[in-house]
């Protein structure tokens, strides 16, 4: 299955807000409420910030936020600070085996 | 605290194999399916495999099906994944992680920092 859909690039100020996009398809993000959002500061390993579209997992800032609309979810991230600097990828449950697909990423610059 | 150290990387020859390995520690190890996923140079994340936490059911992306075989060692708490036949496609950093479950791939609850595999003559 072909890659979820994300901007190459965002950026934005400090305590500003951004919105990454991640698009996909009604067998994968339009159906399930399966898409998770990944941090990754190069050299370090990903981590995980939102999952099932809204959830956050324990000890992630409430800053991050998701949301979905139709085949396209989101992450948003409130007062943006310095340390927001990093890659962030989505993920999704699809219908066709294995189950998995990922979006190509998007770094954010904070400026 | 929940860690992952991937280890195996290295320069290979298209057409040869490489065995990689995820030390885990943190966790009660045989609870967790597992997964690897990777990021070839430029490109976004692929997830390349799974396996349950018995390790009696495995999972393939079809670009590795037949080439790759992952497997674990509960008692050893580490992750492997056997590489076979390699192309230049399957250069990129190699990830292992924990998932909430084995029907769940697309949620990684905690990353390793990855492991480098280069694949040239």
């Known amino acids: 299955q072909s890659a979820l859909t994300q901007p190459a690039s965002v950026s934005g100020s400090p305590g500003q807000s951004i919105t990454i996009s991640c698009t996909g398809t009604s067998s994968d993000v339009g159906t399930y409420n399966y898409v998770s959002w990944y941090q990754h500061h190069p050299g370090k390993a990903p981590k995980l910030m939102i999952y099932d579209v809204t959830n956050r997992p324990s000890g992630v800032s409430n800053r991050f936020s998701g949301s979905k609309s139709g085949n396209t979810a989101s992450l948003t991230i409130s007062g943006l600070q310095s340390e927001d600097e990093a890659d962030y990828y989505c993920?999704?449950?699809?219908?066709?085996?294995?189950?998995?697909?990922f979006g190509g990423g998007t770094k954010l610059t904070v400026l | 605290e929940v860690q992952l150290l991937e280890s195996g990387g290295d320069l290979v020859q298209p057409g040869g194999s490489l065995r990689l390995s995820c030390a885990a520690s943190g966790i009660t190890f045989s609870n967790y399916a597992m997964s690897w996923v990777r990021q070839a140079p430029g490109r976004g994340l692929e997830w390349v495999s799974g396996?349950?936490?018995?390790?009696?059911?495995?999972y393939y992306a079809d670009s590795v099906k037949g080439r790759f075989t992952i497997s674990r060692d509960n008692s050893k708490n580490t992750l492997y994944l056997q590489m076979s036949s390699l192309r230049d496609e399957d250069m990129a950093l190699y990830y292992c992680?924990?998932?909430?479950?084995?029907?769940?791939?697309?949620?990684?609850?905690?990353w390793g920092q990855g492991t480098l595999v280069t694949v040239s003559s």
């Open positions: 396996i349950s936490g018995s390790g009696g059911s495995t």
């Open positions: 992680a924990i998932n909430r479950d084995g029907s769940s791939w697309y949620l990684c609850d905690y």
């Open positions: 993920g999704s449950y699809t219908s066709s085996s294995p189950h998995v697909v």
